[in-house]
């Protein structure tokens, strides 16, 4: 993961401060990073991750939930990163954080997006449009927010290794970018299991990619612990793309430094 603290000093180094609608940042646009999953599983190891949260948030995205509340049963928390803004968005009921990833991938317009990608994967493997769309400008006013990653696209390499890569329109590097890495590569994984491929690479590309000015202190100082060896990611044998729960995954051999506290910015 040193390309992580690569970017973190690029955006030190070249970033130009915005004020934005939530904090000043330092900002640059246009990233690409990339990731070999049989090398070991992209997860932070200078500060403690929780798998589980992300975990959820996964889970959840994959049975098309848009309710904050459910999401909180799977993490089994009271709040979640969603409910400051399913809670400013006062949708159709409590906890309803509106038409965002999961409604988008399992529903949108009437298309189960996640569907087609396994159902090509399976009979048509190098088929160009196996592309998942997270952003949808008709459902601005009924989202609690925008989706910040907004398409991902899956790729048969050699016959034998399933990669992917997402899009992303709007960064945090901080807290967001290492939450969204683990993500996608839970995603490859569960994907190449219920698909029979091989977890290959996972790239993305990253728009406004910033810093917010509450990070600067902390980040600075992840920059200057040496990453660990990457762990790898156990998956339950009955787990897949549609029966997957938090429990489901797990981590070998992560070693990892202490934990780093940033302030979660709505």
């Known amino acids: 993961m040193k390309n992580y603290l690569d970017l973190i000093a690029k955006v030190f180094e070249e970033g130009e401060w915005h004020e934005t609608r939530n904090s000043r940042t330092l900002s640059i646009f246009g990233v690409m ?15 403690q991750m929780k798998l589980k949260s992300i975990a959820s948030e996964l889970a959840w995205i994959l049975e098309g939930s848009n309710d904050d509340n459910r999401l909180k ?18 949708g159709d ?14 529903g949108f317009h009437g298309v189960d997006q996640l569907y ?11 088929d160009r ?3 998942v769309s997270m952003w949808d400008p008709s459902a601005a006013k009924k989202q609690c927010l925008p989706t910040c990653h907004y398409a991902w696209q899956v790729y048969v390499r050699g016959g034998e290794y399933l990669d992917l890569m997402w899009h992303q329109r709007s960064v ?4 967001g970018l290492p939450y969204d890495i683990v ?5 490859i994984h569960l994907l190449a299991k219920t698909t029979g491929y091989r977890p290959g690479k996972l790239k993305c590309t990253l728009g406004d990619t910033h810093i917010y000015e509450s ?18 990611l156990y998956l339950d044998p009955g787990a897949d793309i549609w029966h997957f729960e938090p429990n489901d995954a797990g981590l070998i051999n992560y070693q990892h430094h202490s934990p780093i506290k940033l302030e979660f910015i709505v």
């Open 33 to 47: 990073m990339e990731w070999d999953l049989q090398l070991g599983f992209p997860i932070l190891t200078t500060k």
């Open 73 to 90: 049963d799977l993490n089994g928390t009271n709040r979640t990163i969603w409910t400051d803004n399913a809670d400013t968005y006062k």
């Open 93 to 106: 009921f409590p906890g309803d954080v509106g038409q965002i990833y999961g409604p988008l991938l399992r």
């Open 116 to 126: 087609n990608i396994v159902d090509k994967l399976k009979n048509n493997p190098t």
């Open 129 to 131: 449009r196996m592309l």
């Open 172 to 175: 945090d590097v901080g807290l």
């Open 183 to 187: 993500h996608y590569a839970m995603m």
């Open 215 to 232: 990070h600067i202190e902390m980040l600075t100082y992840q920059t200057t612990r040496d990453p660990l060896s990457l762990p790898n």
